[in-house]
């Protein structure tokens, strides 16, 4: 399965990639994410993060790995728990208004018993990304204003 979204913000390049690169913000902007504290490392590839999300009612944690890391431009992670690895990317591109766009992608592939369910969590996974997408134009547009 895969979320694929462009989100335009005002906010300049370096504070909106600041914002973003920083996964523990999550709880800010993902409306799944209850909690994301960093368990090691400075932010750059190697960091890890446990990331604790509420999908369908169920409470689940992923560890994830930051596996690109390039300033102003693009962060991306790999998360993981016993039936799901997540694969996330941001790419950062400003805007000739000052703002920025960035595009979000995220791929999910279930693991053992929880691929029979896939067909049936796809609509799930589409308006989870639809509601993350909103939240995270929102969330940045007023890093913009603060």
Same mark, same amino acid.
């Given at each position: 399965?895969?979320?694929?979204?462009?989100?335009?913000?005002?906010?300049?390049?370096?504070?909106?990639?600041?914002?973003?690169?920083?996964?523990?913000?999550?709880?800010?902007?993902?409306?799944?994410?209850?909690?994301?504290?960093?368990?090691?490392? +400075? $932010? !750059?590839?190697?960091?890890? #993060?446990?990331?604790?999300? *509420?999908?369908? @009612?169920?409470?689940?944690?992923?560890?994830?790995?930051?596996?690109?890391?390039?300033?102003?431009?693009?962060?991306?992670?790999?998360?993981?728990?016993?039936?799901?690895?997540?694969?996330?990317?941001?790419?950062?591109?400003?805007?000739? +208004? $000052? !703002?920025?766009?960035?595009? #979000?992608?995220?791929?999910? *592939?279930?693991? @053992?018993?929880?691929?029979?369910?896939?067909?049936?969590?796809?609509?799930?996974?589409?308006?989870?990304?639809?509601?993350?997408?909103?939240?995270?134009?929102?969330?940045?547009?007023?890093?913009?204003?603060?």
């Amino acid at each position: 399965m895969r979320i694929s979204k462009d989100v335009r913000t005002t906010t300049a390049l370096g504070e909106t990639f600041a914002f973003l690169a920083d996964f523990t913000t999550t709880e800010r902007w993902d409306p799944g994410t209850i909690a994301t504290q960093r368990l090691d490392g +400075d $932010g !750059g590839v190697g960091t890890r #993060y446990l990331n604790t999300s *509420r999908f369908r @009612g169920r409470t689940t944690q992923l560890v994830y790995e930051v596996t690109d890391h390039r300033p102003d431009a693009l962060i991306a992670l790999r998360g993981e728990n016993s039936t799901l690895t997540a694969h996330d990317t941001m790419a950062f591109t400003a805007l000739p +208004d $000052g !703002g920025t766009q960035v595009h #979000y992608e995220a791929r999910f *592939r279930l693991k @053992g018993w929880a691929r029979l369910a896939a067909p049936f969590l796809r609509p799930a996974f589409r308006q989870l990304g639809r509601d993350a997408s909103v939240s995270m134009r929102e969330v940045l547009d007023r890093l913009a204003v603060d």
